[in-house]
């Protein structure tokens, strides 16, 4: 059967083909530390937990509107008004099953073959994906090591062209953990309106700082008109199986956005978003103990991985994310990631998988027990000093 052309440009999220190769040496007998998947290691609070079992028993177990029920919209506007300083409402959001498909929808609705998309690199590998599968023109703005894994506002200026139609940010960010500077935010606002370019602001682990405040390109003086705020629970909330995120948005994408819903998933689960409404009403201590919890791992996988000999890596500002420099052990980063984990037992991800400017680091995910990271750090040493031999 022939594929359309088209998938040939649709790439993939290496983190679970890692995984899937983990999984099968681990069916071998091989004892492998997983540092690859960027998915908390907590279980969702009871409290939501109980929440989604009760929805189920009270029938929410049926259709809904495509952009979301009502009440979960307008409890989400409510939280991204007071948590982003904007004023937005019910009816700008819309509900999807998880982050990703607003990344989807709000690049198939807004970007036609030839448009070009800035997008930070190394950077989640689905910006890049979903720009070729819809005949964009993928624009990467470097996330510099000698930045703090941050842009420089001139450079990405230069990049824009008459071409330009979106923007895309992600901060803090994944792989790298980095947090863009307010005035570099403030800076980036200003292109956007200037060259007319719309913003989508990825804020799924806004929740997820060790230093500062959260801030929002949206909260800056005419930006909520252009910008699109992903987040969602899977992170925040520890709910990546629920399937549960959404996009807060400029009125005129939302019929358009809710329209592919309609398209493609119809809805999202009913009872999913019961629970997430718990998530926002409920106990917050789960959610914040888990951020304390991810500082204290953050604290021993940087120590750690800089008393290695070859590999240097900077202190994330937030996620839940390291990204050392992996080049002065003499392997480049794809071999470092798979030999790491078919010779030490460790699996990570090689920086390519984030992007042309992530070669030479790889990325470690710390959403892993104290006492596995310590494990992973011994053997990472280990084999590091038995390649340089």
């Known amino acids: 059967m022939k594929l359309a052309n088209r998938m040939a440009r649709l790439g993939t999220e290496t983190a679970f083909e890692v995984l899937a190769k983990a999984r099968r040496l681990e069916a071998e007998g091989v004892d492998v530390v997983h540092l690859e998947i960027g998915e908390p290691d907590f279980s969702s609070p009871s409290n939501v937990v109980d929440a989604g079992r009760q929805a189920l028993a009270d029938g929410f177990t049926s259709y809904n509107p495509s952009p979301g029920f009502d009440e979960l919209r307008n409890r989400i506007a409510e939280e991204i008004s007071r948590t982003r300083g904007i004023s937005v409402h019910g009816d700008n959001v819309v509900v999807t099953p998880g982050g990703k498909p607003i990344m989807f929808f709000l690049i198939m609705a807004l970007i036609d073959p030839g448009d070009e998309v800035l997008y930070p690199n190394p950077g989640f590998p689905i910006y890049e994906s979903m720009i070729d599968f819809v005949g964009g023109v993928p624009i990467p703005m470097q996330l510099h090591e000698s930045r703090e894994f941050n842009i420089d506002v001139e450079e990405v200026a230069g990049q824009i062209s008459e071409r330009t139609k979106l923007m895309i940010i992600n901060s803090p960010n994944n ?73 807060v948005m400029p009125m005129e994408l939302v019929e358009p956005v809710s329209r592919l819903v309609t398209n493609s998933v119809s809805c999202t689960a009913s009872f999913t978003q019961i629970a997430a409404l718990e998530a926002l009403d409920g106990p917050q201590d789960d959610s914040y103990q888990m951020v304390a919890e991810f500082e204290k791992r953050r604290g021993i996988i940087v120590d750690g991985l800089n008393s290695i000999e070859g590999i240097r890596c900077a202190l994330p500002q937030g996620a839940f994310y390291a990204f050392p420099n992996v080049s002065a052990t003499g392997m480049d980063s794809q071999r470092f990631a798979d030999d ?29 027990s104290t006492e596995n990271i310590q494990k992973a750090l011994e053997r990472i040493d280990h084999f590091v000093r038995r390649a340089r031999r």
């Not at 010779?343 to 892993?368: I, Q």
Request: aromatic share 12%; hydrophobic share 35%.
């Open 175 to 247: 792989p790298c953990g980095s947090i863009i500077p307010r005035e570099d935010l403030e800076a980036l606002a200003n292109l956007a309106k200037e060259n007319d370019v719309a913003v989508l602001s990825d804020e799924i682990y806004s929740r997820f700082l060790y230093e500062g405040e959260h801030s929002s390109i949206s909260s800056f003086p005419e930006m909520r008109e252009r910008t699109i705020i992903l987040d969602g629970f899977s992170k925040t909330y520890a709910m990546t199986g629920w399937r549960i995120g959404y996009g």
């Open 340 to 368: 790491l984990l078919t010779e030490g037992g460790v699996a990570c991800l090689p920086g390519e998988s984030f992007g042309k400017y992530g070669s030479g680091f790889a990325r470690f995910s710390f959403a892993n």
